[in-house]
Nanobody, 124 residues
Framework: QVQLAERGGGLVQTGGSLRLSCTAS????????MAWFRQSPGKAREFVGA????????HYADSVKGRFTISRDNTKTTMYLQMNSLRPEDTAIYYC?????????????????WGQGTQVTVSS
């Protein structure tokens, strides 16, 4: 298993920015991809974006394209989500997840391990 820890959530005004991080530990050699999901009250968990283990490719939900950027550090065990031009509808708990194989990116039930989440609140 892989342990995941998210950091960086908080309160920000509309139009502001936040950077989230997700650090993986444990059996990190088994990680093929890392992804961000988010979930707000009354809604299903929603795919935000993903990055391949080596950073060679990234993918984003249409709702965040052009505003959010995913990257990884040199160790390939920490993933970042740079969020710009934030909107109230971005308010959610943001979760980090990992997959050990190629999966349909937006399907939460395909991922193997999850962090506990970090709250992002965007005020209007």
């Amino acid at each position: 298993q892989v342990q995941l820890a998210e950091r960086g959530g908080g309160l920000v005004q509309t139009g502001g920015s936040l950077r989230l991080s997700c650090t993986a530990s444990g059996r990190t050699f088994s990680v093929y991809g890392m992804a961000w999901f988010r979930q707000s009250p009354g809604k299903a968990r929603e795919f935000v974006g993903a990055i391949r283990w080596d950073g060679a490719s990234t993918h984003y939900a249409d709702s965040v394209k052009g505003r959010f950027t995913i990257s990884r550090d040199n160790t390939k065990t920490t993933m970042y989500l740079q969020m710009n031009s934030l909107r109230p509808e971005d308010t959610a708990i943001y979760y980090c997840a990992v997959a050990s194989r190629t999966v349909p990116l937006s399907r939460a039930n395909e991922y193997d391990d999850w962090g506990q989440g970090t709250q992002v609140t965007v005020s209007s």
